[in-house]
């Protein structure tokens, strides 16, 4: 489910708890709603909006972290792809097979990451190397220097490609970075529960009623980039694609 949607199913729950509130309000006797109940609701109510508060507070600091790593892993990777182009470019012209090999390999990489242009493969085994991958550490193993500069550009190209196919796993191994669901659940019920406890002891009019939905956007909205921010290759705040598929020009350009 997207985060959109999810962040519309939080909204409903949250006005769901304020109406409830309300109704309460209208059917429970008036000794329900004494000076005593009040303090012991507002206490209670005090305790579950600080923990709320900080439990969101902190899931959007993870989250936003989350988004950083992985924002600056692809920018690595992209550092390490275009080094290694450019260290094969110097070993001379015998490397061109395997720097249009690893061109290949990139636009597969970045279809896996994104899963722009094959969807269908979102269960794919995204830790699988590629063949046009396979090839080209093969061509790079096979490689027979000539000299010491070719020798010593050899090493430091394998050393690159292992260290960006590491980059690699991690950023797969990060990709899933949404909140389980009984958490989520447990927040919402907190919400809910604190919504309630506004509506119960206040008269419903125009701006009781427009206080509580402005809150209730705003609870919405920070469910919705913690889930937004936990998907950082989809979504309205992605990370973009573009610097990593554009990061090599076209062999022989």
Avoid at 35 to 58: H, W
Avoid at 110 to 124: G, T
Avoid at 158 to 181: E, K
Avoid at 182 to 207: D, E, H, R, T
Wanted: net charge neutral.
């Amino acid at each position: 489910m997207s985060a959109m949607a999810m962040s519309w199913i939080v909204f409903a729950c949250i006005l769901s708890g304020a109406l409830i509130g309300m109704l309460l309000r209208k059917t429970l006797a008036g000794h329900h709603l004494s000076d005593d109940a009040k303090d012991v609701v507002r206490l209670g109510t005090g305790l579950i909006g600080t923990i709320a508060a900080l439990v969101l507070g902190l899931l959007i600091a993870s989250a936003k972290n989350s988004f950083d790593t992985q924002s600056t892993q692809v920018k690595q990777m992209i550092a390490q792809i275009i080094l290694l182009d450019r260290l094969l470019a110097q070993y001379g012209p015998e490397t061109d097979v395997a720097r249009d090999l690893m061109r290949s390999g990139v636009a597969t990489l970045a279809d896996r990451v994104w899963r722009e242009n094959n969807p269908d493969s979102a269960a794919v085994a995204h830790f699988e190397t590629t063949s046009a991958s396979d090839a080209f550490y093969d061509r790079l193993l096979q490689l027979s220097p000539k000299n010491d500069v070719q020798r010593a550009l050899k090493e430091r190209a394998i050393q690159v490609s292992t260290d960006l196919a590491q980059t690699r796993l991690l950023l797969f191994a990060q990709t899933d970075n949404s909140i389980p669901m009984p958490f989520l659940v447990v927040l919402v019920f907190w919400l809910a529960m604190i919504f309630a406890s506004f509506s119960l002891f206040a008269k419903p009019n125009g701006i009781v009623i427009g206080a509580l939905f402005i809150f209730a956007v705003s609870a919405a909205g920070a469910i919705f980039l913690i889930l937004e921010l936990g998907q950082p290759f989809g979504g309205l705040m992605k990370i973009p694609s573009l610097p990593l598929r554009s990061a090599l020009a076209p062999l022989g350009s």
